[in-house]
């Protein structure tokens, strides 16, 4: 069951948002929550470096064997309490923030992960959307909201669509932001 969960992922909206996300990302950079790691394996085509977090070890241990990639490592991180690791100039969270009990605190973290200048981009499902909700999440955000948040870590924030274009719409799903660590 653990396998086919994994696999289902490769189907999801996901991998169509990590296929934009691989267009801009360059240097090193930090996936938070990787999942399979098949989009850590994307991020790869113009990264220098990809390192992904996860909670899950079976997760990790699935990536590691599926994506030996030299410049592509997993391993264990938990955003909640800080990775001491760093600095990226590209963190990216696929639909990671809405699972998270303390939202701030983890933002924050990942703030002190990013070299200056260095950029977040981050995805969560759209609360006033009609999709299907699930269990799991600890909270979910309007695009208001989804700002709001942001901003109390990041000056610069751009709500954008799973294209990466703005967002003009308040029922699009998934939102995505792109946040700026102009420190």
């Not at 653990?2 to 696999?7: D, G």
């Not at 070299?115 to 909700?133: D, E, F, V, W």
Request: with cysteine; charged share 25%; net charge neutral.
């Amino acid at each position: 069951m653990e396998l086919w969960n994994r696999l289902r992922y490769v189907l999801s909206p996901q991998f169509d948002l990590y296929e934009q996300v691989a267009k801009v990302v360059r240097g090193n950079v930090a996936d938070i929550g990787f999942g399979t790691g098949f989009g850590a394996h994307l991020l790869t085509m113009n990264a220098q470096t990809v390192t992904g977090y996860e909670l899950d070890e079976c997760g990790i241990r699935f990536a590691q064997k599926v994506f030996p990639i030299p410049k592509l490592s997993f391993k264990y991180g938990d955003i909640s309490k800080g990775i001491d690791e760093g600095p990226y100039d590209f963190i990216i969270m696929i639909d990671i923030i809405e699972h998270i009990k303390h939202d701030k605190q983890a933002l924050l973290n990942v703030k002190r992960m990013m070299a200056k200048n260095g950029s977040l981009i981050l995805s969560t499902p759209n609360r006033l959307s009609r999709y299907r909700k699930a269990d799991t999440h600890v909270r979910e955000y309007a695009p208001k909201e989804f700002e709001g948040i942001l901003k109390t870590a990041f000056v610069s924030v751009s709500l954008r669509t799973y294209t990466l274009e703005p967002l003009v719409s308040g029922y699009e799903n998934p939102m995505v932001a792109v946040c700026r660590n102009d420190e």
